[in-house]
């Protein structure tokens, strides 16, 4: 019970802080919406004027969570995570493993965005801002390609990021532990926490 007292700002031994939380929930919610407002089809249909708007909302909602993204990395750089709950040396290592791989994901999936919209010499639109023109010399064949990429890892990561919670709710539910309440707000961990943990019903 003394893990989740009193919600601090800062990650503790016990429980991630408030702001990293909310970088992690705005970054789920952010994903989510970039995917689900992703444009499909052909480079003439993702370009089209028709098209112009959802695919403008798509890459504002993709450059804002780029900033929230490097804002998460130089806040990650100076503070600590919690301890991890006891488990099998194997499961720490693959949990690892999957957050460097969402961090990675959430950083090439907006390079290749750029680099293959420059590349086929479109400019970035973003929504209030204006156009940025390309930066990059035109080679469209190579564009194509990288935009193929992007679109592989935007799938990738709804992916990843579907196995990451699992396992979360693997923690939570059947290993029993701190885990997923450590990544909760005060609030919604207590809640969590006056679930009849640790009663399994008896066997017959
Ligand atoms: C995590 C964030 C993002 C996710 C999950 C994501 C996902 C996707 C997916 C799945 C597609 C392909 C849709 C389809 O073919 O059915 C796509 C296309 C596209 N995305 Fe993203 N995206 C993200 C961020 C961005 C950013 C930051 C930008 C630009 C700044 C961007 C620009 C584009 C463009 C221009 C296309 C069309 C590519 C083409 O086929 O030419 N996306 N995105
Ligand atoms: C697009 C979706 C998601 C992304 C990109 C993402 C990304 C991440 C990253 C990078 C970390 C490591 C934080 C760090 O130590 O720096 C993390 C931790 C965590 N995430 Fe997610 N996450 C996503 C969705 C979810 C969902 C849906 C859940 C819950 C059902 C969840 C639960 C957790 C928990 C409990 C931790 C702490 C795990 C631990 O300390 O071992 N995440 N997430």
């Keep these: 019970m003394s893990s989740i007292a009193n919600g601090s ?24 919406t970039a995917y689900i407002l992703s444009p499909g089809g052909s480079e003439a249909r993702v370009y089209a004027a028709a ?48 957050h460097w791989a969402l961090y990675a994901l959430l950083l090439a999936i907006p390079a290749t965005a750029i680099a293959g919209a420059w590349l086929e010499a479109h400019p970035l639109s973003l929504l209030g801002i204006g156009d940025m023109a390309p930066m990059l010399v035109e080679n469209h064949a190579l564009g194509a390609n990288v935009a193929d990429i992007h679109t592989i890892l935007g799938n990738a990561i709804i992916w990843l990021a579907g196995v990451h919670a699992a396992a ?18 005060d609030w919604l961990a207590r809640r969590a926490n006056s679930e009849p943990y640790g009663e399994r019903p008896a066997a017959c």
């Design 51 to 98: 098209a112009d708007g959802a695919r403008q909302l798509h890459e504002t909602v993709g450059m804002v969570l780029l900033a929230l993204v490097l804002l998460r990395i130089v806040w990650r750089l100076f503070e600590p995570t919690p301890d991890a709950a006891p488990m099998a040396v194997w499961m720490k290592l693959a949990a690892k493993a999957a």
């Design 168 to 185: 979360a709710l693997f923690h939570h539910y059947v290993v029993r532990d701190n885990t997923l309440r450590s990544m909760l707000p």
């Design 9 to 32: 700002l800062l990650t503790s031994r016990q429980r991630y802080g408030a702001v990293t939380q909310l970088f992690h929930w705005l970054t789920v919610l952010l994903v989510a």
